[in-house]
């Protein structure tokens, strides 16, 4: 498991299957140096998904605004990259 909090408002997700557990508001979802084709995957404890993409270039970088409280935070899948849950 490769899941850190960073600083009180940021955690970061390096691998597959990362999880952590609680309820959390989400400011926003930040996926950096993901590689053409790298595919992602987030789920909610209850297994909803809150966040997929699938990055179409090297060096892939994106931002999504989300502004929704989760019960938990699964990173099903991480093909490449790191994966941020802003939380606020």
């Not at 955690?11 to 299957?17: D, E, L, M, N, V």
């Not at 979802?29 to 909610?44: E, K, M, Q, Y």
């Not at 935070?73 to 093909?79: E, G, N, R």
Request: aromatic share 12%; glycine share 12%; net charge negative.
């Amino acid at each position: 498991m490769a899941v850190t909090q960073t600083d009180t408002h940021l955690i970061k997700f390096t691998a597959g299957s990362d999880a952590i557990t609680g309820k959390y508001f989400i400011k926003y979802f930040r996926w950096v140096g993901a590689t053409t084709a790298d595919d992602i995957n987030v789920t909610d404890t209850a297994g909803n998904t809150i966040y997929q993409g699938k990055a179409n270039s090297d060096n892939y970088v994106e931002t999504v605004p989300f502004g929704e409280q989760v019960t938990g935070i699964t990173v099903a899948t991480l093909d490449g990259g790191t994966f941020y849950a802003c939380i606020g």
